[in-house]
Nanobody, 124 residues
Framework: QVQLVESGGGLVQAGGSLRLSCAAS????????MGWFRQAPGKEREFVTA????????SYAAPVKGRFTISRDNAKTTVYLQMNSLQPEDTAVYYC?????????????????WGQGTQVTVSS
């Protein structure tokens, strides 16, 4: 069982930055690939980025590539999402998720555990 708690969301102006954190409970954190997803009002949950268990492999959705960076600290059982050059279209609830697999997954239903989400609002 893994519990995930996101933090770091908030209101920021366009062009600004935020850093999200996702703290995981349990001693098996390094067994999970981790992902960030987001969901805007009236839209489906969409893949943002993911990182492998070791942190060596990462993947990004096209809209965030070059602006967002995912990282993890297995000793602190925490995954981070650094978001730069934020735009109003990045406004959404951001969720972190854990999947017990060696491979990065882009599909929400593949993930085993989810956090409660943190709101990110970007004003123009």
């Amino acid at each position: 069982q893994v519990q995930l708690v996101e933090s770091g969301g908030g209101l920021v102006q366009a062009g600004g930055s935020l850093r999200l954190s996702c703290a995981a409970s349990g001693r098996t954190f390094s067994s999970y690939a981790m992902g960030w997803f987001r969901q805007a009002p009236g839209k489906e949950r969409e893949f943002v980025t993911a990182i492998s268990r070791s942190g060596i492999s990462t993947s990004y959705a096209a809209p965030v590539k070059g602006r967002f960076t995912i990282s993890r600290d297995n000793a602190k059982t925490t995954v981070y999402l650094q978001m730069n050059s934020l735009q109003p279209e990045d406004t959404a609830v951001y969720y972190c998720a854990a999947v017990l697999t060696g491979s990065i997954s882009y599909v929400p239903r593949k993930y085993d555990y989810w956090g409660q989400g943190t709101q990110v609002t970007v004003s123009s």
